[in-house]
């Protein structure tokens, strides 16, 4: 079976840290299928703004389905110590699961990995519309004053 896992402690840090405590999580070997969601994410993106996206869905789930959700995360379900033996599987990871949660930020198009664990969500027979996309972007600064940020008016260029 896949492993999965699901929040002890929610509230106590992201697993998009690379000091995540694994103790935060209760592992669980999962049925094929029994996986609710694939996380996809851009380890370049903010780890703050991508753990508060993934609360944000574990809320919404929690109130659907009245219990806690069960994900695969690539940092806390890959053996760290030998990444290269569990990439070859990325496919079944993703056909486990019943959803594809994509925490798309800034950097996210840019990185192939995570452009080929969506293409490898709809080869593997995976419905498009099983994969949402929960969009984080950093705020934009505020222009400066007088910075404006659109053309100026006739009256302001003095034409």
């Known amino acids: 079976g896949a492993t999965g896992v699901s929040w002890r402690r929610p509230s106590r840090g992201s697993p998009f840290r690379a000091s995540a405590d694994p103790t935060d999580v209760a592992w669980r070997r999962a049925e094929f299928g029994g996986i609710d969601a694939f996380i996809s994410h851009s380890w370049s993106d903010d780890a703050d703004l991508k753990w508060a996206a993934l609360q944000g869905w574990r809320r919404a789930f ?3 389905h ?3 959700p069960t994900v695969w995360i690539d940092r806390l379900c890959i ?3 030998d990444v290269a033996s569990s990439l070859p599987l990325l496919p079944v990871y993703l056909a486990g699961c019943q959803h594809c949660l994509a925490i798309v930020g800034p950097s996210y198009l840019r990185r192939l990995w995570c452009a080929m664990e969506l293409f490898v969500w709809v080869a593997a ?3 498009a519309e099983a994969i949402t ?3 984080i972007w950093p705020p934009a600064p505020a222009p ?3 910075a404006g940020g659109s ?3 006739v009256e302001e260029s003095g034409s």
């Open 62 to 64: 929690k109130a659907q």
């Open 133 to 135: 996309i929960l969009p």
């Open 144 to 146: 400066a004053p007088g």
């Open 79 to 81: 053996d760290q110590s």
């Open 66 to 68: 009245h219990r806690e």
């Open 151 to 153: 053309a100026p008016s």
């Open 125 to 127: 027979g995976k419905s």
